[in-house]
């Protein structure tokens, strides 16, 4: 069989954060802007292969954009990298007592902040790079328009949005953890991130470099005029509101969607030991004395 069994994949996820707890500061810091790279490639990717691709239907678009978005978790998971989302599956570790707190929430700092360190300074980039004029400035416009739909999220919608996207980027890289060769971990990558972003549900890491790219178009010529938004839209999209009505809410959500939905759910269903297992393991260890 190709493949790991449920429970193999259990256990070989849970040893997989045993070793991620092993990786230096420097190694976590370069692997997460790594990721942060990869993840801002299929984001750019997916705006540039869409955005003026409404002809078939807003739903078509969600589908194209996320079959293109994909690219990222696919180079984060062949090519080895540290994305903080993917990295809430350490819980399963952490919880059947392998690692520590203090490991866990190790890796989630310096992950994250490399991951955002990443994926802004590719924003940055993409703003020298003059490609927002392209199209008449339309692909520009496009991401603005992602930037101002995505702040202007209630906590609750971007919370809860955020809860669904790590709960299928979870169940991604789980079943990528089944897999044994490239195709086939590409694939469960295409799934599980397909689905949430045709969904249109949030992801933290990729919205760090969708709202500074959006916020950094609104500077290039012809954007804001092909945009054809009103001014409290384009007002809309500051630091302030990228901060606190997107980057944390949706970066909570994150956690709670790979932790409980994923994480502890796989740990109780094929991590745990019951206590009946292990009461009749210490006896038959007894009567064997």
């Known amino acids: 069989m190709n493949c790991f069994?449920?429970?193999?994949?259990?256990?070989?996820?849970?040893?997989?954060?045993?070793?991620?707890?092993?990786?230096?500061?420097?190694?976590?810091i370069v692997l997460?802007?790594?990721?942060?790279?990869?993840?801002?490639?299929?984001a750019n990717g997916a705006t540039m292969a869409t955005h003026d691709f409404t002809s078939l239907g807003a739903g078509f678009q969600r589908f194209a954009f996320g079959s293109v978005f994909s690219v990222g978790l696919m180079m984060v998971i062949n090519n080895g990298a540290e994305l903080f989302?993917?990295?809430?599956?350490?819980?399963?570790?952490?919880?059947?007592?392998?690692?520590?707190?203090?490991?866990?929430?190790?890796?989630?700092?310096?992950?994250?902040?490399?991951?955002?360190?990443g994926?802004?300074?590719?924003?940055?980039?993409?703003?020298?790079?003059?490609?927002?004029?392209?199209?008449?400035a339309l692909f520009g416009a496009f991401a603005l328009k992602i930037a101002v739909a995505k702040v202007n999220l209630t906590w609750t919608e971007a919370f809860v949005r955020a809860i669904f996207c790590n709960w299928l980027v979870c169940i991604a890289v789980w079943m990528s953890l089944a897999a044994k060769d490239v195709i086939s971990k590409c694939a469960a990558a295409y799934v599980g991130v397909m689905t949430f972003v045709m969904s249109n549900f949030e992801h933290s890491i990729a919205n760090m470099y969708f709202l500074p790219a959006g916020l950094f178009a609104k500077y290039t010529p012809g954007v804001i005029e092909a945009a054809k938004l009103p001014q409290a839209a384009l007002d809309s999209v500051n630091w302030a509101s990228i901060i606190l009505n997107n980057w944390i809410p949706v970066t909570l959500g994150n956690i709670v969607g790979g932790t409980v939905f994923v994480a502890s759910l796989y740990w109780y269903s094929y991590v745990?030991?019951?206590?009946?297992?292990?009461?009749?393991?210490?006896e038959a260890a007894a009567m064997s004395k």
């Open 272 to 282: 745990r030991k019951p206590k009946i297992q292990n009461s009749a393991v210490a």
């Open 32 to 42: 997460g802007l790594i990721a942060g790279f990869y993840i801002a490639f299929g």
């Open 119 to 136: 994926s802004v300074a590719f924003a940055v980039l993409m703003y020298y790079t003059g490609l927002w004029k392209f199209n008449n």
């Open 85 to 117: 989302t993917g990295n809430s599956l350490m819980w399963t570790a952490l919880i059947d007592g392998r690692i520590s707190i203090y490991d866990m929430f190790r890796n989630w700092f310096w992950v994250l902040l490399a991951n955002l360190v």
């Open 5 to 28: 069994t449920p429970t193999e994949v259990a256990e070989n996820c849970c040893k997989a954060q045993v070793n991620r707890t092993k990786l230096s500061i420097g190694q976590m």
